[in-house]
Each structure stands twice: as structure tokens, then as C-alpha cells.
């Protein structure tokens, strides 16, 4: 008899092109280690998405349209060059803020918080990103901090590849670990 895992909670990455390799390597198998079920929501459904350096490549399940940010337990994104591209994208503005009026935890490393920062989901949170982007998280509203992780309500953030071991932890600390 097989057995099946309880409770399995999807999660859902938002990625384009060029993102950086280990920030979606990392989390994605953290998380699917942690029994969680992943999707890959991106501009369009079936895109195959290499990272920055090449040494990771991803195919989209799903276009932002057609995914309902209610299905998902948490939302990841991963930075590089992907969140200055899925922001330009109607779709999935719209699925982020979704999620985040739902509560729903969103957890950005890098670049990610450029998506928060359009979906107009940052006003009075305190969070954290690649030093680059401090001037457009305040313009948001955001407060910036210069830390390895910040949680402030739904939103997980963290700087940067280094920060990744702590990123992951309080993702999965935010959506809990599921049991064998």
C-alpha cells in the first residue's frame, strides 16, 4: 500500500527569465523536500525559464492568468533579472496583490520585492531586499532594512544568495513543515 502524505500545501513560484540560479534552487527544493507541492507561474504556461548563470532551468506549469492566488498556501520570488520582468506583466501584479489582501504568505529574496512594490503591497511594511532597489521599496511605501531576513506580517524578504538559509527558514517556519 503506498503511502500519501498529509496535508501536502502548495506553493507558488513566480519566475521569468534570468533569475538568479540558487534563489530559486534552494527554496524550490527546500520546500519540496518539506512535502510541499510546487507550481511555476510565470508570464505564459509551458516556457522554459533558464537562470542567470545557465546551471538551472525551470518550465512554467501556468500563465499568472490562469492561476488563483487562493489555491496556493505561500508565494516565492526569487530575484535576478526575473522580478524586473514578471512586473510588467498585468497578471501577475494582480495574482500578488491577490494574495497578499488574503493574506497569503509572499516570501521575496533579492530583486523580488520590485513585484511587491508594483502590486502596491508594501505601504507601512518593513522589509528587506538587494540594496539596489532601497530608492523604489520606499517609494512604495516600504520601509527598508539592512538585515539577512525580514518577516512583517505575510511578507518574508531577504538581500540576497547569502541571506538564503535564513530566507527558506522562515518561509517554511511561516507555512509549516509537513509530516511523513
Given at each position: 500500500?503506498?503511502?500519501v502524505k498529509q496535508g501536502l500545501r502548495k506553493v507558488a513560484f513566480l519566475l521569468e527569465e534570468g533569475y538568479e540560479d540558487s534563489e530559486m534552487q534552494?527554496?524550490?527544493d527546500a520546500l519540496v523536500e518539506n512535502g510541499n507541492d510546487i507550481?511555476?507561474?510565470s508570464t505564459e504556461?509551458?516556457?522554459e525559464l533558464k537562470g542567470k548563470k545557465g546551471t538551472v532551468s525551470y518550465t512554467s506549469h501556468l500563465a499568472a492568468g490562469d492561476?488563483?492566488?487562493g489555491d496556493y498556501e505561500a508565494i516565492v520570488i526569487p530575484g535576478g533579472g526575473s522580478p524586473a520582468k514578471l512586473r510588467e506583466d498585468l497578471a501577475v501584479i494582480a495574482f500578488v496583490a491577490e494574495a497578499d489582501s488574503a493574506g497569503i504568505?509572499?516570501?521575496a529574496i533579492c530583486h523580488g520585492p520590485q513585484v511587491l512594490a508594483k502590486a502596491g503591497v508594501l505601504s507601512g511594511k518593513t522589509l528587506t531586499a538587494t540594496s539596489s532597489i532601497q530608492e523604489e521599496v520606499e517609494a512604495a511605501g516600504g520601509v527598508f532594512v539592512d538585515r539577512e531576513v525580514v518577516v512583517d506580517g505575510n511578507l518574508i524578504t531577504s538581500r540576497k544568495p547569502e541571506d538564503e538559509p535564513a530566507f527558506i527558514r522562515?518561509?517554511?517556519a511561516?507555512?509549516?513543515v509537513t509530516a511523513y
Open positions: 500500500m503506498a503511502t534552494n527554496p524550490y507550481d511555476i507561474i504556461k509551458g516556457k492561476a488563483k492566488a504568505p509572499i516570501a522562515e518561509t517554511i511561516k507555512i509549516g
